[in-house]
């Protein structure tokens, strides 16, 4: 769970960004508020196969964005 909240805190810093496009900052939106909806999950209570599938469909989210989107991530990770 503090690995999630830790990457919400990102992906929310990130679409709060006006450095950043909109296309980018909705992109992180997204994926905050998807974070989000799993933190959900795993507080009202334990299925491990709906978390997985969660878990599957936000890394599905995030290799979906383009290098335009995670390029600043990966500036920020360094």
């Given at each position: 769970?503090?690995?999630?909240?830790?990457?919400?805190?990102?992906?929310?810093e990130?679409?709060?960004?006006?450095?950043?496009?909109?296309?980018?900052?909705?992109?992180?939106?997204?994926?905050?508020?998807?974070?989000?909806?799993?933190?959900?999950?795993?507080?009202?209570?334990?299925?491990?196969?709906?978390?997985?599938?969660?878990?599957?469909?936000?890394?599905?989210?995030?290799?979906?964005?383009?290098?335009?989107?995670?390029?600043?991530t990966?500036?920020?990770?360094?």
């Open positions: 769970m503090k690995s999630l909240q830790e990457q919400f805190d990102i992906a929310d990130f679409a709060k960004d006006d450095s950043l496009t909109p296309k980018q900052r909705r992109f992180w939106m997204r994926i905050s508020a998807y974070i989000g909806q799993v933190m959900n999950s795993l507080a009202k209570g334990f299925d491990e196969s709906k978390i997985s599938r969660q878990l599957d469909e936000l890394e599905r989210m995030i290799l979906e964005g383009n290098g335009e989107e995670t390029e600043k990966e500036e920020y990770m360094a």
